[in-house]
């Protein structure tokens, strides 16, 4: 077999398992007490990206992430000193720089006169259902927050409220050469900015106000393009990549306005003050589990047509730490900076009924895409 090496003599089940194992879906192994691999499946092949040789005696190791390597041993170290069975969790990293996460359960294996000579184990791989599960969590988390932020700005907007009528009948009373007129014009100007703040949380939660009309993007964008070239500096090229007719999608002008004056502003930001590009596209995208599989936050879609609004930048991009808190309210990498943007897009585009992505790798920019459905398609 050739993904067998070299090891002592077996018994005749311990051929047999081979045997058997070179067809298993799942990744088998046998190890001995020490850890060395003395057999791998071609099924463990595949999910490690390795190859039988390369795997042998102490070889797998390499493929274990170096955050996961010493709790890998340690526990191994451990079930073997009491011979019970050992579990993990891991993170694999291959060759190419994937990531997958993997579950291994390993049984002792004994020989006549009960004595452990080795482990006999299972590979699986589990990363689309982690990945699943973590985005499931994610998104839940968000929208507990979504319903505290809502709460809180419809509390705090009906005190403002109070504070600008007051404002505005002190203002009627004072003399117009009072001094405490310009303290009166201060107070409903950080008013009204605070009033600014509660409209985002509310956009955030998915609870801000929302007049809907099908709309033809490309045309939407085009007169909407002067405005967002006002955001960037003279070095960054603002480009627009439009077909000439789109499905029309039902949104609300004020907000989508206000979640891509968001996005270009993040965009200016990563590029910062080096040349770069932002460029701003429109495309046409049927729904598909795999297509939208990847979506860092969505909510649950209904199949039909989509269109995919896609703000992407040339600027510094994200790791995965920022990625994974990209839409966390209050989360942001810039000083001073409160973290409303992306969190309101997202509230914004959940109130649509959309979906938004984000790609990003550190050095390569990054593309934010919205997904919003075609106008008039039946929801089931």
């Not at 073997?80 to 291959?94: G, H, K, N, S, T």
């Not at 985005?135 to 968000?142: I, V």
């Amino acid at each position: 077999m050739d993904n067998e090496v070299e090891r002592p003599a077996d018994s005749a089940g311990a051929r047999k398992f081979d045997s058997l194992a070179e067809y298993a879906p799942v990744g088998l192994y046998r190890a001995d007490t020490g850890g060395r691999c003395l057999y791998v499946n071609p099924s463990w092949c595949r999910i490690a990206g390795m190859s039988a040789t390369q795997a042998a005696g102490e070889g797998w190791l390499d493929v274990i992430d170096p955050r996961d390597r010493e709790r890998a041993t340690h526990e191994w170290r451990r079930a073997v000193a009491r011979a019970q069975a050992y579990r993990a969790e891991l993170r694999l990293r291959l060759p190419d720089g994937t990531i997958r996460r993997v579950e291994t359960h390993a049984e002792p294996e004994r020989d006549a006169e009960g004595r452990l000579i080795g482990y006999v184990g299972v590979t699986t791989d589990v990363t689309e259902q982690r990945r699943a599960q973590e985005l499931r969590q994610h998104t839940q988390r968000l929208q507990s927050l979504g319903v505290l932020a809502g709460g809180l700005a419809h509390d705090f907007n009906n005190l403002l409220v109070g504070i600008l009528g007051n404002a505005g009948l002190a203002l009627l009373d004072l003399p117009d050469d009072s001094p405490a007129r310009s303290c009166m014009h201060e107070v409903e100007r950080t008013a009204q900015r605070a009033a600014g703040l509660c409209r985002e949380l509310l956009n955030y939660a998915g609870q801000g106000r929302m007049s809907m009309t099908p709309t033809d993007l490309s045309a939407f964008l085009g007169e909407l393009a002067p405005a967002l070239r006002k955001l960037v500096s003279d070095k960054v090229e603002l480009k627009l990549d439009l077909p000439a007719t789109l499905a029309p999608v039902a949104l609300d002008a004020t907000h989508i306005e206000q979640a891509l004056i968001h996005l270009t502003r993040n965009a200016a930001d990563a590029i910062g003050e080096e040349p770069g590009t932002i460029t701003v596209s429109l495309r046409k995208s049927p729904y598909d589990d795999a297509r939208f599989a990847g979506a860092r936050l969505s909510r649950e879609l209904h199949p039909g047509e989509y269109v995919c609004l896609s703000v992407t930048d040339t600027g510094c991009g994200m790791d995965e730490e920022t990625l994974d808190r990209v839409f966390d309210p209050f989360f942001s990498t810039k000083f001073p900076g409160r973290g409303l943007g992306l969190a309101a897009t997202f509230g914004i585009v959940h109130a649509h009924c959309g979906a938004i992505e984000v790609e990003s790798e550190p050095g390569a920019g990054t593309t934010v895409r919205i997904c919003l459905p075609v106008h008039g398609q039946g929801r089931g």
